[in-house]
T-cell receptor, first 111, second 116 residues
Framework: RKEVEQDPGPFNVPEGATVAFNCTYS??????FFWYRQDCRKEPKLLMS???SGNEDGRFTAQLNRASQYISLLIRDSKLSDSATYLC????????????FGSGTQLTVLP | DTGVSQDPRHKITKRGQNVTFRCDPI?????LYWYRQTLGQGPEFLTY????????KSRLLSDRFSAERPKGSFSTLEIQRTEQGDSAMYLC??????????????FGPGTRLLVL
């Protein structure tokens, strides 16, 4: 079983739609959680960190449920420019602080 | 541009050849990471440096792979006797242990390797 699992996708949604991505992680000792965005043939870029209390950044809302080991990302009023692959990312305990990525969920926002 | 840079951006090589990639991190960052990404997958951790010390290596890093960060600034990743299975995007990331963006990893554009 992979340490971080995501919805397989792809998601094709019309402009203006609300779309939600889910992610589960297997290591209960995981400490930090993020969503990264990756455009086609580009490097991953941090979209937002995810906190236990939930956090919002404009149209984006991230939630963390430690008991269920579940992370979510909600995108409201989706734009064409939101089309990308969204990567769920976890940092487990340990000194290296390396990122463990899910396989990503591809989103295409259609005009 | 003060972001992470990688060179070359693309490399095509024949099986059995050696290749070396370079990463220049953000100048004040003391941590440097190498990841590998294959099509349809997220990046996978390979190795990590804090300053010049290589502190952790993934089991993915076979003995054909070696990484260095001799002066705690730029890093190189060498693959010896390349195999077709080494074809992937090799991503470098850097982070700082201090400051407001502490531990946020910033990625370079990657080196795309194709082994024929």
């Amino acid at each position: 079983r992979k340490e971080v699992e995501q919805d397989p996708g792809p998601f094709n949604v019309p402009e203006g739609a609300t779309v939600a991505f889910n992610c589960t992680y297997s290591n209960s000792a995981s400490q930090s959680f993020f969503w990264y965005r990756q455009d086609c043939r580009k490097e991953p870029k941090l979209l937002m960190s995810v906190y236990s209390s939930g956090n919002e950044d404009g149209r984006f809302t991230a939630q963390l449920n430690r008991a269920s080991q579940y992370i979510s990302l909600l995108i409201r009023d989706s734009k064409l420019s939101d089309s990308a692959t969204y990567l769920c990312v976890v940092i487990s305990s340990g000194s290296a602080r390396q990122l463990t990525f899910g396989s990503g969920t591809q989103l295409t926002v259609l005009p | 541009d003060t972001g992470v840079s990688q060179d070359p951006r693309h490399k095509i090589t024949k099986r059995g050849q050696n290749v070396t990639f370079r990463c220049d991190p953000i100048s004040e960052h003391n941590r440097l990471y190498w990841y590998r990404q294959t099509l349809g997958q997220g990046p996978e951790f390979l190795t990590y440096f804090q300053n010049e010390a290589q502190l952790e290596k993934s089991r993915l890093l076979s003995d054909r792979f070696s990484a260095e960060r001799p002066k705690g600034s730029f890093s190189t990743l060498e693959i010896q006797r390349t195999e077709q299975g080494d074809s992937a995007m090799y991503l470098c990331a850097s982070s700082s242990t201090t400051g407001l963006t502490q531990e946020t990893q910033y990625f370079g554009p990657g080196t795309r390797l194709l082994v024929l």
